[in-house]
């Protein structure tokens, strides 16, 4: 059971454009949400995230958003660079506490962004 | 600033031997955390820890040990060693909902 899905496995984008990586979920009880990006053979490296009584968080390029109501949340790239070419891992966690840091990851979008 | 440090970066494995992955943080961290990550998927946590003395498992502990006895450090054990187990190893701690990453170790279990 695959709590958090992405379901776009890779997203191709001019350098200048909009890019847009969709998550799902289906825990209603994440209230946390995290976009981390990822180069080959290094770690994840965390973006951006957004708490579940916000809608929207905003940093520099970056943009996340965040629908409650359908379980969906976005990373919206404005504009796309090519060393925005990354793996981009959404990832979610519970109430605090114990749980910091307890991240229920998605499988990956594979951004390529062609200059 | 070191942040997360995982040794060794790569290890090749026979069936059924045993090994011991490093991880280390200089960021006085109270959470530490064991994650795999195998081809085409996400991280899954196999272990984790809220202080020195205090582990729990995590979504997949089958095959693994930890220990931490020091804020520090948190070394994963594999005891006996089998192919299901190729897989990269990614150590994270955190003080709050934002875990720091260390660069992975690199396992394949032949």
């Known amino acids: 059971d695959q709590q958090v899905k992405q379901n776009s496995p890779s997203l191709s984008v001019q350098e200048g454009r909009i890019s847009i990586l969709n998550c799902d979920y289906t825990?209603?009880?994440?209230?946390?949400f995290l976009w981390y990006k990822k180069y080959p053979a290094e770690g994840p490296t965390f973006l951006i995230s957004i708490s579940s009584i916000k809608d929207k968080n905003e940093d520099g390029r970056f943009t996340v958003f965040l629908n409650k109501s359908a379980k969906h949340l976005s990373l919206h790239i404005v504009p796309s660079q090519p060393g925005d070419s990354a793996v981009y891992f959404c990832a979610a966690s519970e109430p605090g506490g114990t749980s910091y840091g307890k991240l229920t990851f998605g499988q990956g979008t594979i951004l390529t962004v062609h200059p | 600033n070191a942040g997360v440090t995982q040794t060794p970066k790569f290890r090749i494995l026979k069936i059924g031997q045993s090994m011991t992955l490093q991880c280390t943080q200089d960021m006085n961290h109270n959470y530490m955390y064991w994650y795999r990550q195998d081809p085409g998927m996400g991280l899954k946590l196999i272990y984790y820890?809220?202080?020195?003395?205090?582990?729990d498992k995590g979504e997949v502990p089958n095959g693994y040990n930890v220990s931490r006895s020091t804020t520090e450090d948190f070394p994963l054990r594999l005891e006996l060693a089998a192919p299901s187990q190729t897989s990269v190893y990614f150590c994270?701690?955190?003080?709050?909902?934002?875990?720091?990453f260390g660069q992975g170790t690199r396992l394949t279990v032949v």
């Open positions: 994270a701690s955190s003080r709050g909902p934002e875990a720091f």
């Open positions: 820890s809220v202080g020195a003395g205090i582990t």
């Open positions: 825990n209603s009880m994440f209230d946390y």
